[in-house]
């Protein structure tokens, strides 16, 4: 396909009026499809059915005897922390498992950082004058909702020109600022990008220096074992690391079984240092007695080991694998060689991150929910919702049928198209 900035004013009127009628013909459709959240599908879920009918009947005693009906056990059930320790890279005495989600547990670890002082650390957060953390972009955006709750600045750090981790910069800002307590990081198979860290980059993070001597990295190892080839990227053991470059405190591990076995119905883990776990437990002792057992229970009995996780995991691979190669056909079909849009492919996770003309993705997000394709909303990716650039769009196919989301991505093409169209001919 021709690159669209060497058309003519002339070629570009018509294939303005092109685009029109098609983007007509499509919304004439009525369709509804959505392809804004990082759903697991149905028939994902469907995979896990068997934790629905475990522990079982009169089945309640963990391998050590506790009872798991009842309260207490704040760590959370050692079999299962067993299943998730080499997984997250973690030993299992510093590793906690918790209830669903590990949202909740990011959510809380820095509202007790704002209330009480970290180890390490001299004053709570919330009497910091402006307190900050670097936010590497693209995003997610429940990570910059913690913050912007919190009331605690975000400064957005951008990709180099190849799309990898401007790891200079998030040095040099780290060293610069004790107000910057802080670093939002998904290590591996990134939302949105899929990017993965290097092992020199994770080493640099561990060892750089921070001015604030309670500057912490969450290190959200959300999309740990989700891959959706055979090549499986493995990253750097980050605790070790940092315990080894003399910062054993840096960084708080998280993940959870939220798109391994249910995501309304999981288990969800936090890895630290030992003065990071007790001064968590202790705040965390006055908020409940225990986590649900019950599902660490089943959820042990149903993964069995760390490679009972990796087989579930080939499942849902092969679910989702075709649909995000549809999604790379369609880009690439419609939008190859075009010079309008670029987009990642990566190694795992749950998204794909699509790049269009600047200046036209809030039009593209509006043109899809006219024609009733439903995208994540513009700038969500960044921090205040504020991308400058007005370009980044985040797809997730993993919920939608491929039928759904081949007619999704033929509608998202053309929005793509005509709102680039349209605004070079503004330019012209
Ligand atoms: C990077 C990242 N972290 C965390 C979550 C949510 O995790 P949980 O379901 O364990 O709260 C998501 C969900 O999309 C995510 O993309």
Same mark, same amino acid.
């Given at each position: 396909m021709n690159e669209f900035s060497a058309l003519g004013t002339e070629a570009l009127h018509g294939l303005r009026e092109d685009l029109r009628k098609d983007y007509a013909r499509f919304q004439e459709r009525g369709l509804k499809l959505d392809l804004t959240r990082g759903k697991p599908s149905a028939e994902q879920l469907d995979f896990s059915n068997e934790l629905l009918t475990l522990p079982g009947a009169g089945e309640y005693r963990a391998a050590d005897g506790t009872d798991c009906r009842n309260y207490g056990g704040l760590h959370g059930l050692t079999e299962l922390r067993e299943i998730f320790s080499p997984l997250l890279q973690v030993p299992v005495e510093q590793l906690i498992a918790s209830d669903n989600s590990s949202l909740s547990l990011m959510h809380d670890t820095v509202m007790h950082a704002m209330l009480f002082a970290l180890p390490g650390g001299s004053v709570r957060w919330v009497d910091v004058e402006r307190p900050a953390f670097l936010c590497p972009v693209p995003g997610y955006d429940r990570h910059f909702a913690i913050c912007e709750k919190f009331g605690i600045e975000m400064i957005p750090v951008e990709p180099t020109a190849d799309g990898g981790l401007d790891i200079d910069e998030i040095e040099r800002l780290a060293a610069s600022d004790a107000r910057i307590k802080g670093l939002w990081f998904v290590p591996k198979y990134s939302n949105p990008t899929g990017v993965s860290v290097s092992e020199g980059h994770a080493a640099r993070l561990a060892a750089m220096n921070a001015a604030a001597a309670d500057f912490r990295i969450f290190w959200d190892d959300a999309y740990s074992v989700h891959h959706l080839t055979d090549h499986h990227v493995t990253v750097a053991p980050i605790l070790r690391l940092c315990a080894e470059a003399g910062n054993a405190d840096r960084v708080f591990v998280f993940g959870s079984t939220s798109k391994v076995t249910f995501a309304g119905a999981g288990v969800s883990f936090l890895g630290t240092s030992p003065a990071?776990? #007790?001064?968590?437990?202790?705040?965390?002792? /006055?908020? +409940?007695?225990? %986590?649900?057992? @019950?599902?660490?229970?089943?959820?042990?009995?149903? &993964?069995?080991?760390?490679?009972?996780? #990796?087989? &579930?995991?080939?499942?849902?691979?092969?679910?989702?694998?075709?649909?995000?190669?549809?999604? #790379? $056909?369609?880009?690439?079909? *419609?939008?190859?060689?075009?010079?309008?849009? +670029?987009?990642? $492919?990566?190694?795992?996770?749950?998204?794909? *991150?699509?790049?269009?003309?600047?200046? +036209?993705?809030?039009? @593209?997000?509006?043109?899809?929910?006219?024609?009733?394709?439903?995208?994540? %909303?513009?700038? *969500?990716?960044? %921090?205040?919702?504020?991308?400058?650039?007005?370009?980044?769009?985040?797809?997730? %196919?993993?919920?939608?049928?491929?039928?759904? &989301?081949?007619?999704?991505?033929?509608? @998202?093409?053309?929005?793509? /198209?005509?709102?680039?169209? $349209?605004?070079?001919? #503004?330019q012209s």
């Amino acid at each position: 396909m021709n690159e669209f900035s060497a058309l003519g004013t002339e070629a570009l009127h018509g294939l303005r009026e092109d685009l029109r009628k098609d983007y007509a013909r499509f919304q004439e459709r009525g369709l509804k499809l959505d392809l804004t959240r990082g759903k697991p599908s149905a028939e994902q879920l469907d995979f896990s059915n068997e934790l629905l009918t475990l522990p079982g009947a009169g089945e309640y005693r963990a391998a050590d005897g506790t009872d798991c009906r009842n309260y207490g056990g704040l760590h959370g059930l050692t079999e299962l922390r067993e299943i998730f320790s080499p997984l997250l890279q973690v030993p299992v005495e510093q590793l906690i498992a918790s209830d669903n989600s590990s949202l909740s547990l990011m959510h809380d670890t820095v509202m007790h950082a704002m209330l009480f002082a970290l180890p390490g650390g001299s004053v709570r957060w919330v009497d910091v004058e402006r307190p900050a953390f670097l936010c590497p972009v693209p995003g997610y955006d429940r990570h910059f909702a913690i913050c912007e709750k919190f009331g605690i600045e975000m400064i957005p750090v951008e990709p180099t020109a190849d799309g990898g981790l401007d790891i200079d910069e998030i040095e040099r800002l780290a060293a610069s600022d004790a107000r910057i307590k802080g670093l939002w990081f998904v290590p591996k198979y990134s939302n949105p990008t899929g990017v993965s860290v290097s092992e020199g980059h994770a080493a640099r993070l561990a060892a750089m220096n921070a001015a604030a001597a309670d500057f912490r990295i969450f290190w959200d190892d959300a999309y740990s074992v989700h891959h959706l080839t055979d090549h499986h990227v493995t990253v750097a053991p980050i605790l070790r690391l940092c315990a080894e470059a003399g910062n054993a405190d840096r960084v708080f591990v998280f993940g959870s079984t939220s798109k391994v076995t249910f995501a309304g119905a999981g288990v969800s883990f936090l890895g630290t240092s030992p003065a990071n776990l #007790q001064w968590y437990l202790g705040h965390i002792a /006055k908020r +409940t007695i225990g %986590p649900d057992k @019950v599902n660490h229970l089943r959820h042990a009995r149903f &993964l069995g080991d760390a490679e009972g996780v #990796q087989k &579930l995991m080939e499942q849902h691979r092969d679910n989702l694998a075709p649909k995000f190669a549809k999604v #790379q $056909e369609i880009l690439a079909d *419609s939008l190859g060689g075009t010079g309008i849009a +670029t987009w990642t $492919e990566a190694f795992g996770g749950y998204f794909i *991150s699509l790049d269009v003309l600047d200046g +036209t993705a809030a039009e @593209v997000i509006r043109l899809a929910k006219e024609a009733g394709i439903a995208l994540t %909303p513009a700038g *969500s990716t960044y %921090p205040y919702g504020r991308d400058v650039r007005d370009r980044n769009i985040r797809l997730a %196919p993993s919920f939608p049928p491929v039928a759904d &989301l081949d007619t999704a991505m033929r509608g @998202v093409v053309l929005c793509v /198209k005509l709102a680039a169209v $349209e605004k070079l001919l #503004q330019q012209s």
